[in-house]
């Protein structure tokens, strides 16, 4: 079993930043893949980021050169670096590991951290 817990949302004018981090605990495991998902009033959830365990990422257009995607493996925590926001960025961010290397295709969600953009 893996918990993820997020922190770092909150209110924030546009314009400025703010950085979400999440932490993975629980039995052992081996993360390949984090993500970042947004859900906003009345919108389906949507992915954001993707950080691989190699390094490797991946953006959502809306969010490309304004967002930034970081892993430390060592304490299995993901980051998201948010700059530059803009009020179509207010949703709840949930932090997500598709799966992890001992059980593949179960996937694992956060509780969510909600942040607002206001203008």
């Known amino acids: 079993q893996v918990q993820l817990v997020e922190s770092g949302g909150g209110l924030v004018q546009a314009g400025g930043s703010l950085r979400l981090s999440c932490s993975a605990s629980g039995s052992r495991f081996r993360i390949n893949v984090m993500n970042w998902y947004r859900q906003a009033p009345g919108k389906q959830r949507e992915l954001v980021a993707t950080a691989t365990i190699d390094g490797s990422t991946s953006y959502a257009d809306s969010v490309k050169g304004r967002f930034t995607i970081s892993r430390d493996n060592a304490h299995d925590t993901v980051y998201l670096q948010m700059n530059s926001l803009k009020p179509e960025d207010t949703a709840v961010y949930y932090c997500?590991?598709?799966?992890?290397?001992?059980?593949?295709?179960?996937?694992?969600w956060g509780q969510g951290t909600q942040v607002t953009v206001s203008s």
């Open positions: 997500n590991i598709p799966g992890i290397v001992e059980k593949p295709g179960y996937p694992y």
